[in-house]
Nanobody, 123 residues
Framework: HVQLVESGGGSVQAGGSLRLSCVASGYDFGSSCMAWFRQAPGKEREGVAY???????DSADSVRGRVTISRDYAENAVYLQMNSLKPEDTAMYYC??????????????????WGQGTQVTVS
């Protein structure tokens, strides 16, 4: 079965950096688009960044220039490097996989599988 396991969250001061990891199993990782989403308390889940199987990427306007998404095909892992963190980046961060057609890359409905999340707190 599909599993997505996130790690790397934590508490950092504003201006700091974190690198989130998502290790995937149970499906053809190399053929799947992947993404990171986040959800702050009282807010809807929002897309942060995505990466296509061939490696093309993009990110949300709110984080562009501060985050980099990457993938390691040998490790079946996707990473989110976040720099210049702000208090408004505080949220639970989720890894998502296996895209459906008919949605934009950072729409929640595009993805079939989700991890349990890793908490990022910026103060």
């Amino acid at each position: 079965h599909v599993q997505l396991v996130e790690s790397g969250g934590g508490s950092v001061q504003a201006g700091g950096s974190l690198r989130l990891s998502c290790v995937a199993s149970g499906y053809d990782f190399g053929s799947s688009c992947m993404a990171w989403f986040r959800q702050a308390p009282g807010k809807e889940r929002e897309g942060v960044a995505y990466i296509y199987p061939a490696g093309g990427t993009d990110s949300a306007d709110s984080v562009r220039g501060r985050v980099t998404i990457s993938r390691d095909y040998a490790e079946n892992a996707v990473y989110l490097q976040m720099n210049s963190l702000k208090p408004e980046d505080t949220a639970m961060y989720y890894c998502a996989a296996l895209c459906r057609r008919g949605y934009l890359p950072l729409e929640e409905g595009r993805y079939d599988y989700w991890g349990q999340g890793t908490q990022v707190t910026v103060s």
